[in-house]
C-alpha cells in the first residue's frame, strides 16, 4: 500500500524518503512512498533471462562525474557531451574518448542537468541561480523566481529556463539580462523531475502543466498552446498532468507523454495535436518514423504507431525493474534500469537482443546517442560510451 507523507520544506531534520517521484507545493514537500521495504506487496523485479547478443557492443571508454540525484538530461554538441553532478561538478567531455575538453566546480549543490549550445554550458543550482559557463568558467549567474528541475535550454545566444511554478524565463548568453517571463495559470502541484523544453524551427516549445505549448523566442508570446492531458480527479495529486521528458521529435512533430495520464503527438510548426491515448508512465519517450516507444509505471515497454496512435508491440519481460525513457539506437532501442544494467531490444518487437553492464547503480535519465557512441550515466556518477557493432 502507498502512503503519503507531507512535511514542511523548513523542517530542519527532512526523512529518509524512499520515494522516485517527488511533487512540490508552496511551503510543502509531497512525496510518494512506495511500500515499506521488504514489504510483501511489493513487486518483485522480473529475472533477467540468458541473453545471446544479437547486437554486438563493445564499451569503448568510462569517465567519473561525480554522484548524480537527479535524472540525467546530457546535452550534446557535435561530439562534445556536456553533463553535471549533483554536487557541482560540470564538464564538458569528448564523446568519442571519454577525456574532459574542460571541467568546472561550481561547489554549490545542482537540481538539474545541463544544457548548451556548444559554446554556453547553463546549470541551475538547489539555491535557485542560473549559472552561465563558457570554456570551463563562470561568466555569470542570476536569480530564479522558483527551482527549476529542468535543464536550461540553450541555443540562439540565449537561455531558456522552466521553473517550478510553470513559468518560462529567457536571458541574454552573454550577459545574463533578463529578457522576458511567461506564465500560465496553473494547478498547486508540481513534478519534481525534468520537464519539456526545445525548439522546433523557429518555436520554443514548452510543456505548461498537461499543455504544449509554442511560444515566440524573442518574446515570450504564445502562438498556440495544445493540451495532452487535463486535470481530472478529487484531490490536487490525481489532477497532476505535468509533461515529462524526454520527447520524441521527428521533423516538425513532437511526441510528449503526461504523467500518468497519456502520451500524444502534436505537429509543433502548426500546433495541431494528431492523436492522444491514455498511458500510465512517469518518464519521457522516444520514436522512430514508425514506431513511438515508451515505459509504463510497472515496466511494460509499450509502443504505438507514430502516424496515428495505433497500438503497436509490448513487452513485459523487465516489469518492475526502475527503468529509464527509451533511447532509439540503431535497429534497437536502449533502456536502463535500477539495478545498473542497458537493455536493448527490438524496435520491430521487443525482442531482447543485447543487455549492457556498467557500475551496479541505477542508469539515471534516459541512455544517450552522440554519433555511434551510445552513452550512459549511473547515480554513482560513471559515464559509460558503448559502441554498438
Known amino acids: 500500500m502507498k502512503r503519503l507523507l507531507i512535511s514542511p520544506l523548513s523542517a530542519r531534520k527532512p526523512s529518509i524518503l524512499e520515494s522516485n517521484w517527488r511533487i512540490s507545493i508552496a511551503g510543502l514537500t509531497l512525496v510518494f512512498l512506495a511500500a515499506c521495504s521488504g514489504g510483501a506487496n511489493k513487486p518483485k523485479p522480473a529475472e533477467l533471462q540468458a541473453v545471446l547478443p544479437v547486437v554486438p557492443v563493445q564499451q569503448v571508454w568510462t569517465a567519473r562525474l561525480g554522484a548524480v540525484n537527479f535524472p540525467m538530461a546530457l546535452s550534446v554538441s557535435g561530439r562534445t557531451l556536456f553533463g553535471a553532478a549533483s554536487e557541482g561538478v560540470v564538464a564538458a567531455i569528448d564523446a568519442g574518448t571519454g577525456r574532459d575538453i574542460w571541467r568546472l566546480n561550481l561547489a554549490t549543490p545542482l537540481a538539474a542537468g545541463v544544457g548548451s549550445d556548444g559554446r554556453v554550458a547553463a546549470v541551475v543550482t538547489l539555491g535557485n541561480e542560473l549559472v552561465a559557463i563558457v570554456e570551463g568558467r563562470e561568466i555569470w549567474r542570476e536569480r530564479l523566481t522558483a527551482q527549476a528541475y529542468t535543464a536550461p535550454f540553450v541555443a540562439g545566444g540565449r537561455i531558456f529556463v522552466l521553473t517550478a511554478d510553470r513559468a518560462v524565463h529567457a536571458f541574454d548568453g552573454n550577459s545574463g539580462r533578463k529578457l522576458w517571463m511567461q506564465q500560465r495559470p ?33 518574446n515570450g508570446s504564445i502562438r498556440w498552446e495544445v493540451p495532452i492531458a487535463s486535470p481530472r480527479g478529487i484531490n490536487d495529486v490525481e489532477r497532476l498532468v505535468d509533461l515529462v521528458g524526454p520527447v520524441s521529435r521527428l521533423s516538425n512533430v513532437v511526441c510528449v507523454r503526461a504523467f500518468q495520464a497519456s502520451v500524444g503527438c502534436v505537429n509543433a510548426e502548426r500546433g495541431v495535436l494528431q492523436w492522444t491515448k491514455t498511458a500510465d508512465g512517469n518518464v519521457g519517450m522516444d520514436g522512430d518514423e514508425r514506431l513511438v516507444f515508451a515505459v509504463e509505471s510497472d515496466g511494460k515497454v509499450v509502443t504505438w504507431k507514430r502516424v496515428d496512435g495505433e497500438a503497436g508491440w509490448r513487452s513485459e519481460q523487465l516489469r518492475y525493474r526502475g527503468l529509464t525513457a527509451p533511447r532509439v539506437v540503431g ?59
Open 331 to 389: 535497429r534497437s532501442i536502449a533502456i536502463g534500469d535500477a539495478s545498473g544494467f542497458v537493455h536493448l531490444l527490438s524496435r520491430e518487437d521487443g525482442a531482447l537482443l543485447n543487455r549492457l553492464a556498467t557500475d551496479g547503480s541505477p542508469i539515471t535519465g534516459a541512455p544517450t546517442l552522440v554519433g555511434e557512441t551510445l552513452v550512459v550515466v549511473t547515480q554513482a556518477g560513471t559515464i559509460f560510451g558503448f559502441q554498438p557493432q
Open 186 to 218: 496553473t494547478e498547486p502541484l508540481v513534478l519534481r523531475q525534468a520537464g519539456v523544453l526545445l525548439a522546433v524551427g523557429d518555436t520554443l516549445v514548452a510543456g505548461l502543466a498537461g499543455r504544449l505549448t509554442g511560444l515566440n523566442p524573442a
